[in-house]
Nanobody
């Protein structure tokens, strides 16, 4: 079992920054990768960024590349999503997730086994 708890969402102005945190607990030694996804009403969940649990390899959606940075603190089992140069279209519920197997591509929701509860990010124009 793995538990995930996000924090750090809120309201930001366009061009501003927010940092999301995802605290991971439980059997963290079995995690292959962690990822962030986002979702707006009426749309499917969208991949944002992923990071391998052991080596720190990162991947990003084209829409956030160069603006968002995913990282992790090994000692604290926390995954971060630093979001800079925010745009109104970044408004969504952001959710972190962990993949235990690495057998499905990092951008697919099917790859991830455990999910957090989500945190709202709202960017005003």
């Amino acid at each position: 079992q793995v538990q995930l708890v996000e924090s750090g969402g809120g309201l930001a102005q366009a061009g501003g920054s927010l940092r999301l945190s995802c605290g991971v607990s439980g059997r963290t030694f079995i995690i292959y990768r962690a990822g962030w996804f986002r979702q707006t009403p009426g749309k499917e969940r969208e991949f944002v960024a992923a990071i391998s649990w052991s080596g720190g390899t990162t991947n990003y959606a084209d829409s956030v590349k160069g603006r968002f940075t995913i990282s992790r603190d090994n000692a604290k089992n926390t995954v971060f999503l630093q979001m800079n140069s925010l745009k109104p279209e970044d408004t969504a519920v952001y959710t972190c997730a962990v993949d235990l197997h690495g057998s499905v591509g990092y951008a697919s929701t099917r790859a991830y086994d455990y999910w957090g509860q989500g945190t709202q990010v709202t960017v005003s124009a």
